[in-house]
């Protein structure tokens, strides 16, 4: 169990630009969960897999954001024509069915 | 729509003072309830699971409580230190697979 690892730990980028985080989960893990945090807030729920099969999506993630997890092991969460708002720290989670999640470090984006 | 709430926003305590961090939520129909640690720049810890069936849940000098009829829980920290100082978020998972989290109870411990 090496935990969870997402990359990078702080993106900064300008206005308009795309961008992409990874994710990878506890070996083995077939649920994974991407949130969202922003400063002095509690995270808020983005989207849901288990396995490969994106299962759940918030009315948070607009058209803009769009997340794979193309073997059921890592994801990616891409965000696309970045906006000041999207600045915050992007928390990926896993776990082993219906067990406690387990989270990463988080990747900060910063939007100049 | 569940929401979670959580009493006080921050809190200053000197070291060796018991204290009790307050959440709230407003659908009882919950499935489990998590109290998690967050320090600066840091993912989550969790610190204690409590199931709906289950009352209370205790690791070393923490103690969660869990009343669901009212939707409200408990983290007790007994004997406050320094190494304490985090924020604490309290989350609820109801249907489906999403944790509703609070916005969290920043303490600071004082030596």
């Known amino acids: 169990d090496t935990g969870v690892s997402q990359d990078p730990r702080h993106k900064i980028t300008k206005r308009g630009q795309n961008v992409t985080f990874r994710c990878d989960p506890i070996?083995?893990?077939?649920?994974l969960y991407w949130y969202r945090q922003t400063l002095g807030q509690g995270p808020e729920f983005l989207t849901y897999f288990q396995n490969e099969a994106q299962l759940e999506k918030s009315r948070l993630l607009s058209d803009r954001f769009s997340a794979e997890r193309p073997k059921g092991s890592f994801s990616t969460l891409e965000i696309q024509r970045t906006e000041q708002g999207d600045s915050a720290m992007y928390l990926c989670a896993c776990s082993r069915d219906n067990q406690p999640q387990h989270f990463g470090d988080g990747t900060r984006l910063s939007i100049l | 729509k569940q929401e979670v709430t959580q009493i006080p926003a921050a809190l200053s305590v000197p070291e060796g003072e018991n204290l009790v961090l307050n959440c709230s939520f407003t659908?009882?129909?919950?499935?489990?309830l998590q109290w998690f640690r967050q320090d600066p720049g840091k993912g989550l810890t969790s610190l204690l699971l409590i199931q709906s069936s289950q009352r209370e849940q205790t690791s070393g000098r923490l103690n969660a409580s869990l009343d669901k009829s009212s939707g409200r829980s408990t983290l007790y920290i007994a004997a406050s230190q320094p190494g304490d100082s985090a924020t604490y978020l309290c989350a609820v998972k109801n249907a489906g697979n999403m944790l509703t989290f609070g916005g969290g109870t920043r303490l600071m411990v004082k030596p």
């Open positions: 659908d009882s129909a919950i499935y489990n």
């Open positions: 070996s083995e893990h077939n649920r």
